[in-house]
């Protein structure tokens, strides 16, 4: 039987607790087998408990001077240290990198903010919704001629926030392997978000992707790349962009292509987005997935959250485990030979600060 606590195992990272992209990040190591302590305040909120698996807690109240004593010995001991404060908090907290990386020169000092550490909103609040705005980002996601939609939060917070956090962090460790330095790594949810969105940010200098939402290839423009609703209120999900792949659509849906425009004919577009609408619209959701599965056609069900649990192929990868009753996103990536386990359950109490790796 494999023992291995994952690719992180031996690394030891200090969260700061925060909400949103920090703590998010933070698991993800976690996952991967990285020694997570979360050090909040005593009365910080566990609401989002579930995101806390696979760490250990302990309090401090970073006001008192012996506190913040205990969490530097603590950094002392880490290789990475997580938070998310707006520019200049840690500073005066007396957490900033200057004192981590003085007390810890091979110390990777993880910074997770929306704007950035300097530039002129970098004091601003903000949340995702405001990040993936000014990118453009927020801009491009919604159909012709209505309002821009907010994909929950998974594009600045999540996309373009925890996830470059980790990949700066992971990429620290490596360079520090060469140097055996440790350095300050600066993750903006705008830089990731647009480098996240760099094919269509080039795309518009070049001529060749519209600021007009929902008349692109990617954004409901065309009539094959969209969601259709079904004869009992359900979606399926239609991606047919290579030609293949539209040949089977139009032959599951019974459409003969010679009665239809051109599939890239942006001018009949709607023509195909009406024949579409009508034919998904004349059976279920369940009759439709029947029909479609195992065709190559890119068409596939709109799953809701609690729906994707049981779903055959989710299930068949194991891609959900039950993480203390709660059914939990296994950790991901994965790995052959150092594969971690299924997450501990967020500890129901703290660890003494001072009991922390001693």
């Not at 704007?115 to 903000?126: D, F, I, K, M």
């Not at 194991?318 to 967020?346: C, E, K, N, W, Y």
């Amino acid at each position: 039987m494999n023992a291995s606590r994952g690719p992180l195992e031996g690394i030891r990272v200090v969260e700061l607790a925060s909400i949103g992209p920090g703590p998010h990040a933070a698991m993800m190591l976690a996952d991967l087998g990285a020694d997570v302590v979360r050090v909040q305040r005593p009365k910080d909120s566990t609401a989002f408990q579930a995101q806390l698996r696979g760490r250990t807690l302990t309090t401090a109240d970073l006001k008192n001077p012996a506190d913040v004593a205990a969490v530097l010995a603590l950094i002392g001991k880490a290789d990475v240290l997580i938070e998310g404060y707006r520019p200049g908090v840690a500073e005066r907290l007396g957490l900033g990198p200057d004192i981590a990386l003085e007390r810890n020169p091979r110390l990777v000092y993880g910074r997770m903010t929306g704007w950035g550490q300097e530039g002129p909103r970098a004091q601003r609040a903000g949340h995702d919704i405001n990040y993936i705005g000014l990118t453009g980002a927020l801009n491009g996601i919604g159909r012709k001629g209505e309002r821009p939609v907010p994909p929950i939060n998974l594009l600045g917070d999540y996309g373009g926030g925890s996830v470059f956090l980790v990949l700066g962090i992971m990429a620290a460790l490596l360079e520090r392997q060469r140097s055996g330095q440790g350095q300050v790594v600066d993750a903006a949810m705008v830089d990731g978000v647009l480098t996240l969105a760099h094919t269509m940010v080039s795309l518009n200098q070049l001529g060749l992707w519209s600021d007009e939402r929902g008349t692109n290839v990617l954004d409901t423009g065309m009539a094959w790349y969209d969601t259709y609703t079904t004869a009992d209120g359900r979606h399926m999900a239609v991606g047919a962009f290579e030609p293949q792949f539209y040949a089977e659509l139009l032959r599951v849906l019974e459409l003969d292509p010679e009665t239809l425009p051109q599939q890239n004919d942006r001018a009949g577009q709607e023509v195909l987005r009406k024949v579409f609408t009508e034919r998904f619209a004349a059976k279920t959701q369940a009759e439709w997935s029947e029909l479609f599965d195992g065709v190559d056609a890119c068409v596939t069900p709109v799953r809701t959250f609690s729906e994707a649990l049981t779903d055959e192929h989710l299930t068949a990868r194991t891609a959900l485990v039950d993480v203390g009753g709660i059914q939990q996103p296994a950790p991901a990536p994965r790995f052959s030979r150092t594969p971690p386990p299924i997450p501990a359950p967020a500890p129901s109490v703290t660890t003494p600060l001072g009991d922390v790796w001693a």
